[in-house]
């Protein structure tokens, strides 16, 4: 049933990367670093961890070498030159502790990782069976998919690089906006990579044996309780919704508590997971449910002109004149650029502004970013022109990405 074939890591909590007391709980099978800048100004990672922490540290080359210096393991010299560390009576194979010594650069580091290679680690936020997982594994097939419990911490876990990417919502064709993701697009440094479309298609799920009838409470993220608003009213559940922090996530917190009277909005693969049962299937609003995701990357990827691409930036207009919006639109107007997104958000330096008019009097303006998707490539000299245009009415412009535009068919799940 489930067409992808990526793989599930321990996950990554926004208290790894915030100071941290050692009575913090820690999920089971996730790994809690703590990351302290020293007196040389690098970073040290402590660590905290469930069941897995050791193998995840051994796979991952920056905490296996970081994680050496905290554990009191024994380390014998094998002859061949590596380091075999004994952690626990379990012997591992320290591959960075081996030679310390810089080497040098091949080919290989100068090209980018593969698109759809394996072991590539791939952040996402929620936790196993939510549809951020999917959208990973649909994004990069046989990646290692890693769990995180905040959006921000997949953002940190790439620029840590603890991830090679992260793939984050943006949009849903009935909830709108994934608010929160723009902004942090903003305060991080990544780049957009790719896009891509995931049908979503929801499941009510309950604890085996409970009935419809037997629930006074629905949990899910609140995107998912939005898509199916309409639904539950018209299957008769005049039940409290409560927002949680991912689809998963709540069937997971009701198989955990055993809770008989609360069900969980999420995907089959949730139900199958966590030991659920479906009490009804595809309860979002609409067949045609789709929700947008964004690759992030470290490094942007070359713009190309030989196949659909799109471009995503981000500014704001200039202190004087009210006509900007309309100036900036028409730059992409005049060259034939179809928009396929805006969106405004707070200016958070500059929320708002004051502006004094002799004739008028005083009004308070707000500030906004404005956030444009468009159809051209960054290497199309049309995109270019529009974009040195642009740069003449906004005090602020960065390009976010330009990437391939998702152009897979994809067709409601059968049975909506
Ligand atoms: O909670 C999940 O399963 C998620 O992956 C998050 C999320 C979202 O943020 O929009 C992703 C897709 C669906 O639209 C519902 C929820």
Same mark, same amino acid.
């Given at each position: 049933m489930h067409a992808y074939s990526y793989c599930s890591s321990p996950g990554i909590s926004l208290k790894s990367f915030t100071s941290q007391t050692s009575s913090q709980r820690v999920k089971p099978g996730w790994i809690s670093i703590q990351a302290n800048i020293n007196n040389n100004g690098r970073f040290n990672y402590s660590y905290e961890g469930g069941s897995s922490r050791a193998d995840w540290q051994s796979s991952c080359p920056i905490l296996s070498s970081n994680a050496d210096s905290q554990h009191q393991g024994t380390e014998e010299n094998s002859g061949g030159g590596e380091i075999i560390t004994t952690l626990n009576g379990h012997k591992r194979l320290d591959l960075i502790a081996v030679d310390k010594r810089p080497k040098p650069l091949t080919i290989a580091d100068l090209s980018p990782p593969p698109m759809h290679g394996s072991n590539l680690r791939v952040a996402y936020q929620g936790v196993p069976g939510a549809y951020s997982e999917a959208a990973a594994g649909k994004s990069y097939p046989n990646c290692e998919a890693i769990p995180c419990d905040q959006f921000e911490v997949a953002f940190q876990a790439v620029e840590l690089w603890l991830a090679d990417r992260a793939v984050l919502p943006v949009?849903? $064709?009935?909830?709108? $906006?994934?608010?929160r993701n723009y902004d942090l697009l903003l305060r991080h440094r990544l780049h957009i990579v790719g896009e891509v479309q995931l049908p979503v298609h929801h499941c009510l799920l309950a604890l085996p044996g409970v009935r419809k009838e037997f629930l006074n409470r629905v949990i899910s993220h609140p995107q998912a309780l939005s898509q199916c608003e309409q639904t539950l009213t018209k299957l008769g559940l005049k039940v409290a919704r409560e927002a949680v922090d991912d689809t998963a996530g709540a069937a997971e917190f009701i198989a955990a508590n055993n809770l008989r009277d609360t069900a969980a909005i999420a995907s089959a693969r949730a139900a199958d997971l966590y030991g659920l049962d479906i009490l009804a299937d595809g309860i979002q609003d609409d067949s045609s449910n789709v929700t947008r995701f964004v690759m992030l990357a470290r490094e942007p990827i070359i713009p190309r002109t030989d196949r659909p691409f799109k471009t995503s930036i981000v500014f704001a207009a200039q202190d004087k004149g009210t006509s900007v919006l309309f100036k900036v639109l028409s730059a992409f107007a005049f060259r034939n650029i179809s928009l396929t997104k805006i969106e405004s958000r707070p200016h958070r330096n500059r929320p708002i502004r004051i502006v004094d008019d002799a004739n008028v009097g005083t009004a308070k303006h707000f500030e906004y970013m404005y956030y444009v998707d468009f159809e051209a490539s960054m290497a199309d000299v049309r995109a270019q022109n529009a974009l040195a245009e642009v740069q003449e009415f906004t005090s602020f412009l960065r390009v976010l990405g330009s990437y391939p535009m998702d152009m897979t068919p994809w067709s409601p799940s059968p049975g909506d």
């Open positions: 949009e849903n $064709s009935l909830g709108g $906006s994934i608010h």
